[in-house]
């Protein structure tokens, strides 16, 4: 079976910039998250679907990002307008759901740096 | 809010020496999280090591133990001998059994390990 994959591997945007991160998560499971992962802040949350449906949103990081979940195979995170703070790794996330320990499995990121 | 703590952030060990990576856990709800180690090799993503569900039970994989100790809150990752492929990132998590496994899992901050020969 695929793993998680996340498209692009890298990007490089101009401060300003709207960049669109893509993730397909695990076939079948029902659950999908977005992390954040700096070396200071660690990995942050950023939001967390469960089939489909927008469960937590981030808090902070509701006014410049925005995550959907176009079907059940397919989410994009929009950072509209981008700042050079937002230079990180964004890290995708699935698991199967209700039920299970909670093990995620993750996509191997996608590297944000801005300029 | 549940938190994860990992005290050192980087440590370096000679081939063939043991290594222990503390982790301390907080977890907000009255029943006992499930707790994780992740591993990040170099160039690849974030991946499971080894996971352990139930208080007082140890976890095991590539020649990694942890030991979930509730007295202590603790779930310390030791290998008895380390080789040069075991240089990575390692992450403790918990996933909050509580809390409906809600927000996912909370991640200590890492401990870079570089094993050199």
């Known amino acids: 079976d695929a793993g998680v994959t996340q498209t692009p591997r890298h990007e490089v945007a101009e401060k300003g910039q709207t960049i669109i991160l893509k993730c397909e998560p695990v076939s079948g499971h029902n659950d999908l998250f977005w992390y954040r992962q700096t070396k200071i802040q660690g990995l942050e949350l950023l939001s967390y679907f469960r089939s489909k449906s927008l469960m937590e949103d981030g808090g902070a990081f509701k006014d410049r990002f925005k995550a959907e979940m176009l079907n059940s195979s397919f989410s994009t995170l929009k950072i509209q307008p981008t700042e050079p703070k937002d230079s990180a790794v964004y890290l995708c996330?699935?698991?199967?759901?209700?039920?299970?320990?909670?093990?995620?499995?993750f996509g191997e990121g996608s590297k944000l740096t801005v300029l | 809010g549940d938190s994860v703590t990992q005290t050192e952030g980087q440590v370096t060990v000679s081939e063939s020496k043991s290594l222990i990576i503390n982790c301390t856990y907080s977890?907000?709800?009255?029943?006992?999280?499930?707790l994780f180690w992740y591993v990040r090799y170099p160039g690849e993503g974030l991946q499971l090591l080894l996971k352990v569900i139930t208080a007082g039970q140890k976890g095991s994989s590539r020649g990694f133990e942890a030991t979930y100790n509730k007295e202590t809150t603790s779930f310390h990752l030791q290998k008895a001998s380390v080789q040069e492929s075991d240089s990575a990132v390692y992450y403790c998590a918990l996933s909050d059994r509580g809390n409906n496994y809600a927000q996912g899992l909370t991640f200590g901050l890492g401990t870079r390990v570089s094993v050199f020969p």
């Open positions: 996330a699935s698991r199967q759901g209700q039920g299970d320990t909670g093990q995620l499995y």
């Open positions: 977890a907000t709800s009255i029943a006992y999280p499930n």
